[in-house]
Nanobody, 117 residues
Framework: QVQLVESGGGLVQSGGSLRLSCAAS????????MGWYRQAPGNQRELVAS???????NYADSVKGRFTLSRDNAKNTVYLQMNSLKPEDTAVYYC???????????WGQGTQVTVSS
């Protein structure tokens, strides 16, 4: 079992920045993909950015050039740096850890990001 603890959401004006953090409760030894999804009211949950254990990153087109995903293996933590935020980035952001090969999928509790215009 793995717990994911998120932090860093909040309210920011359009054009501002926030950094989200997601810490896993233990080191992951198997192949994995870890990252962030978001869900706005009335919308489906969508991938924002992810990174695999091999270091391959993937970004939604809507955030490319504005968001950067990084990780600290020593802290079992991934960070999502969000710059040039737009009102349409407003959503609940969820950390996700997918253990590839075994099919386990873990979610954080979600953190609200609100961007005012």
């Amino acid at each position: 079992q793995v717990q994911l603890v998120e932090s860093g959401g909040g309210l920011v004006q359009s054009g501002g920045s926030l950094r989200l953090s997601c810490a896993a409760s233990r080191r992951i030894f198997s192949s994995y993909s870890m990252g962030w999804y978001r869900q706005a009211p009335g919308n489906q949950r969508e991938l924002v950015a992810s990174i695999t254990s091999g270091g391959i990153t993937n970004y939604a087109d809507s955030v490319k050039g504005r968001f950067t995903l990084s990780r600290d293996n020593a802290k079992n933590t991934v960070y999502l740096q969000m710059n040039s935020l737009k009102p349409e980035d407003t959503a609940v952001y969820y950390c996700n850890l997918a253990l590839l090969g075994v099919g386990y999928n873990y979610w954080g509790q979600g953190t609200q990001v609100t961007v005012s215009s």
